[in-house]
Protein backbone atom coordinates (compact mmCIF):
# COMPACT_ATOMS: atom_id res chain seq x y z
CA UNK A 1 0.00 0.00 0.00
CA UNK A 2 1.24 3.34 -0.90
CA UNK A 3 2.07 5.29 2.30
CA UNK A 4 2.74 9.37 2.73
CA UNK A 5 2.63 12.14 0.60
CA UNK A 6 2.63 10.16 -2.78
CA UNK A 7 -0.08 8.63 -1.81
CA UNK A 8 -2.97 8.35 -4.62
CA UNK A 9 -6.27 9.95 -3.25
CA UNK A 10 -9.69 8.62 -4.69
CA UNK A 11 -10.32 11.55 -5.94
CA UNK A 12 -11.25 12.46 -9.91
CA UNK A 13 -8.91 15.11 -10.74
CA UNK A 14 -9.51 17.20 -13.82
CA UNK A 15 -6.28 17.23 -16.96
CA UNK A 16 -4.75 20.34 -15.63
CA UNK A 17 -5.44 19.03 -12.14
CA UNK A 18 -3.69 16.09 -12.39
CA UNK A 19 -0.24 17.54 -14.46
CA UNK A 20 -0.27 19.72 -11.29
CA UNK A 21 -0.53 16.64 -9.39
CA UNK A 22 1.98 14.87 -11.15
CA UNK A 23 4.54 17.56 -11.26
CA UNK A 24 3.90 18.45 -7.25
CA UNK A 25 4.81 14.57 -6.87
CA UNK A 26 7.72 14.56 -8.91
CA UNK A 27 9.00 17.29 -7.07
CA UNK A 28 8.69 15.59 -3.72
CA UNK A 29 10.44 12.02 -5.08
CA UNK A 30 13.18 13.74 -6.86
CA UNK A 31 17.44 14.04 -5.75
CA UNK A 32 17.61 17.11 -3.10
CA UNK A 33 21.11 19.47 -3.77
CA UNK A 34 22.91 19.41 -0.85
CA UNK A 35 24.16 16.84 2.12
CA UNK A 36 21.71 14.40 2.42
CA UNK A 37 22.10 13.44 5.99
CA UNK A 38 19.71 14.47 8.87
CA UNK A 39 21.45 15.76 11.92
CA UNK A 40 19.61 14.22 15.42
CA UNK A 41 17.54 16.24 17.19
CA UNK A 42 18.78 15.50 20.43
CA UNK A 43 21.20 18.33 21.46
CA UNK A 44 23.96 15.27 22.73
CA UNK A 45 23.66 13.27 19.90
CA UNK A 46 23.73 16.17 17.46
CA UNK A 47 26.85 17.32 18.79
CA UNK A 48 28.20 13.93 18.45
CA UNK A 49 27.27 13.41 15.11
CA UNK A 50 28.87 17.03 14.60
CA UNK A 51 32.36 15.79 16.25
CA UNK A 52 32.04 12.52 13.92
CA UNK A 53 31.87 14.23 10.72
CA UNK A 54 34.72 16.27 12.09
CA UNK A 55 37.04 13.32 12.40
CA UNK A 56 35.78 11.97 9.18
CA UNK A 57 37.06 15.13 7.58
CA UNK A 58 39.76 15.59 9.26
CA UNK A 59 41.06 11.33 8.61
CA UNK A 60 39.62 11.86 4.97
CA UNK A 61 42.08 15.13 4.15
CA UNK A 62 45.31 13.30 6.10
CA UNK A 63 44.62 10.22 3.56
CA UNK A 64 44.34 12.33 0.19
CA UNK A 65 47.59 14.24 1.41
CA UNK A 66 49.20 11.06 1.66
CA UNK A 67 47.98 9.07 -1.23
CA UNK A 68 49.02 12.34 -3.48
CA UNK A 69 52.37 12.61 -2.08
CA UNK A 70 52.76 9.02 -2.96
CA UNK A 71 51.32 9.28 -6.56
CA UNK A 72 53.57 12.25 -6.97
CA UNK A 73 56.53 10.55 -5.82
CA UNK A 74 55.94 7.65 -8.15
CA UNK A 75 55.95 10.12 -11.01
CA UNK A 76 51.96 10.50 -11.48
CA UNK A 77 50.48 13.67 -12.53
CA UNK A 78 47.21 15.77 -11.51
CA UNK A 79 44.81 17.67 -13.31
CA UNK A 80 43.73 19.26 -9.81
CA UNK A 81 45.98 21.59 -8.87
CA UNK A 82 45.03 21.53 -5.03
CA UNK A 83 45.84 18.19 -4.66
CA UNK A 84 48.85 18.37 -6.72
CA UNK A 85 50.04 21.87 -4.48
CA UNK A 86 49.71 19.49 -1.09
CA UNK A 87 51.16 16.47 -2.51
CA UNK A 88 54.28 18.86 -2.96
CA UNK A 89 54.03 20.19 0.10
CA UNK A 90 54.41 16.83 2.37
CA UNK A 91 56.55 15.47 -0.10
CA UNK A 92 58.94 18.51 0.81
CA UNK A 93 58.13 18.18 4.58
CA UNK A 94 59.43 14.42 4.21
CA UNK A 95 62.51 15.42 2.21
CA UNK A 96 63.44 17.92 4.47
CA UNK A 97 63.19 15.45 8.01
CA UNK A 98 65.12 12.85 5.94
CA UNK A 99 67.66 15.47 5.64
CA UNK A 100 68.24 16.82 8.75
CA UNK A 101 70.44 14.67 11.07
CA UNK A 102 69.39 13.61 14.30
CA UNK A 103 72.21 14.19 16.98
CA UNK A 104 73.37 11.46 18.89
CA UNK A 105 72.80 11.15 22.79
CA UNK A 106 76.33 11.76 23.24
CA UNK A 107 76.31 15.05 21.44
CA UNK A 108 72.93 16.26 23.44
CA UNK A 109 74.82 15.29 26.73
CA UNK A 110 77.79 17.73 25.39
CA UNK A 111 75.20 20.58 24.77
CA UNK A 112 73.98 19.66 27.86
CA UNK A 113 77.44 20.03 29.94
CA UNK A 114 78.59 22.98 27.87
CA UNK A 115 75.15 24.83 28.61
CA UNK A 116 75.96 24.18 32.64
CA UNK A 117 79.27 25.67 32.12
CA UNK A 118 78.59 28.50 30.32
CA UNK A 119 75.78 29.10 33.16
CA UNK A 120 78.44 28.53 35.75
CA UNK A 121 80.97 31.41 34.47
Known amino acids: MAQGLAKL?????????????AKASSKRTAAKKGNPTQLP????????????????KAINQNVERVSSARALK??????????????????????REELSRKK???????????????EAS
Open 9 to 21: SKKDFSQKSKKAH
Open 41 to 56: KNIQRRGMALEQARIT
Open 74 to 95: AGDTFSMQDVKRIGKEMNRDMR
Open 104 to 118: SRVEEKLAELQAKVE
